[in-house]
């Protein structure tokens, strides 16, 4: 049992309500299933709850716990005995997600910049995005539904997510 | 159709190292849009209310204002004594230095790293204690600093792996000992800011390359993929590759760099003709030499937390015990 104050309870709220999106989103990146990405990062809320009194709060609560995920991440492929994605592809994701945090402002905004972008995206685009993210379907589902093919199916899927960043990197850049 | 077996299958699918992290969010924006996840923050909010105390604050009766400046008088003289106790006192690196350089400790800033121990990996937190043969992995854009007891210190940047050794006694020529500390880099930077003291040797600093030793002085060691070199800011190093029988003497302002052929050369800072070279020596020393009043700050920040006073266990700073 630890011993916290009322206004430490609620800054973590608030850093949980803020960051767990993106802390999911950083788990989901790290190819873990959604069941395994929500346990991990409810353990690594918790341990940040712990250690409440160590957190340096002039810091970003979304790297803290970045490296935390990235702990625990590692820690359960080798209690698991699954293979990790390795230290430099890590490090790449990491690298994006503080891109992402440069301004404290547009880590609240991110999934909005992200609809925002999404929209811009072409009819076709949004159907593939749609079909693969939210309703779940397999490449080969999607390409018969769409009469093109499979690989094209990926290579599309591929140059949507770069024009979403390219997009995402550009909004931010214009608020900023 | 079964999520689970859909989800199980996504992971699968290739995707580029650098799509990674938009594959993340957009796999969390398909799901739930911008909506925020309100099971997942009610069971983590629930799970950690479950596990804590929590402390309120409450008045229970009317206080009136004299009976609180009563107690609140006392206290703010007590914290103006200790403020100004702790402005004059300080926490300062020119403190007479009492110990010698073993039991080295550790201190990460966010996202840290990992020390492997056994076989088993540990979080890097700030004040834990550095044994023999202890491995230390950095994460990309974190700093970590390896403090020794004389106040010797190893600035170790982001994607760094370094080795501590523990120490060696070795024998001199007039049957006297003295001990060295043997550090290995196997890749990654350091800033090295070693601190002479008595009864020790020098620093031996192993990396693929060669070994280098320093007995005081400061110096920035970089040992990447096709970048190997060493600038030495104050003091002298010196620097024995592995393929060469002689000893080189690196003075400040100078850089030791291995070139083609595996050749040593020494050329000063200001020669460089490589103008590429020279910007990525000056943005090293921009990233890593932390100066004095700011790690005074650093340390002043951990200690306030109560997590360096490991570091510094008996050491007499300015005269005064301050770290119990």
């Known amino acids: 049992m630890i011993s916290i104050t009322k206004e430490q309870l609620a800054y973590f709220e608030k850093q949980v309500i803020l960051n767990h999106k993106q802390v999911l989103a950083y788990a989901l990146s790290l190819n873990l299933d959604r069941h395994a990405a929500e346990d991990l990062i409810q353990d690594a809320f918790l341990t940040a709850f712990h250690k409440l009194a160590e957190i340096d709060r002039d810091r970003s609560f979304g790297a803290y716990m970045r490296g935390i995920v990235r702990f625990k991440y590692l820690e359960r492929g080798r209690k698991l005995k699954e293979i990790c994605l390795g230290d430099a592809i890590i490090d790449i994701v990491d690298q994006q997600f503080m891109e992402w945090n440069s301004g404290e402002h547009h880590r609240m905004h991110l999934f909005d910049i992200l609809e925002q972008c999404n929209e811009k995206l072409t009819e076709d685009q949004q159907q593939i995005i749609r079909m693969f993210y939210t309703e779940k379907a397999q490449c080969e589902m999607i390409a018969a539904t769409m009469k093109i093919n499979e690989t094209t199916v990926r290579k599309r899927l591929e140059r949507i997510r770069n024009e979403l960043k390219g997009c995402i990197k550009k909004q931010q850049k214009g608020a900023r | ?324």
């Open chain 2, 1 to 324: 159709m079964n999520n689970q077996k859909i989800e199980k299958k996504r992971p699968d699918e290739p995707v580029a190292p650098e799509s990674m992290a938009m594959e993340g969010l957009l796999r969390e924006f398909g799901e739930n849009g911008t909506a925020p996840h309100r099971d997942l923050i009610g069971s983590i909010m629930t799970e950690a209310r479950k596990t804590a105390d929590i402390t309120v604050t409450t008045v229970s009766q009317p206080v009136s204002v004299i009976s609180i400046l009563k107690y609140l008088l006392p206290a703010a003289a007590c914290l103006a004594i200790m403020g100004v106790l702790i402005f004059k006192s300080g926490i300062t690196l020119t403190g007479k230095v009492k110990l010698t350089a073993e039991s080295p400790c550790l201190m990460a800033s966010t996202p840290g790293g990992i020390l492997e121990r056994a076989g088993a990996s540990l979080a890097i937190r700030n004040g834990m204690k550095v044994n023999s043969h202890d491995q230390i992995k950095t994460y990309a854009s974190s700093i970590a600093y390896l403090q020794f007891n004389d106040l010797s210190r190893l600035e170790i940047s982001g994607n760094s792996n370094i080795s501590y050794n523990g120490t060696a006694v070795i024998r001199q020529p007039d049957n006297s000992r003295i001990k060295k500390i043997d550090i290995s880099l196997q890749e990654g930077a350091i800033y090295g800011n070693i601190v002479k003291t008595s009864n020790y040797g020098a620093f031996t600093i192993k990396t693929p390359q060669g070994k280098l030793s320093i007995r005081q002085g400061k110096f920035i060691l970089v040992n990447k993929p096709n970048s190997f070199y060493l600038e030495v800011i104050s003091g002298a190093v010196q620097f024995k590759a592995d393929h060469q029988a002689k000893v080189v003497k690196v003075k400040p302002g100078q850089v030791c760099l291995i070139g083609a052929g595996q050749t040593v050369k020494i050329v000063s800072l200001n020669q460089l003709n490589s103008s590429m070279l020279k910007q990525q020596i000056i943005a090293s020393r921009q990233r890593l030499t932390m100066n004095e009043s700011g790690f005074e700050q650093l340390l002043l920040k951990l200690y306030k937390k109560k997590k360096a006073d490991i570091c510094f266990k008996r050491n007499k700073l300015k005269n005064r015990r301050i770290f119990l």
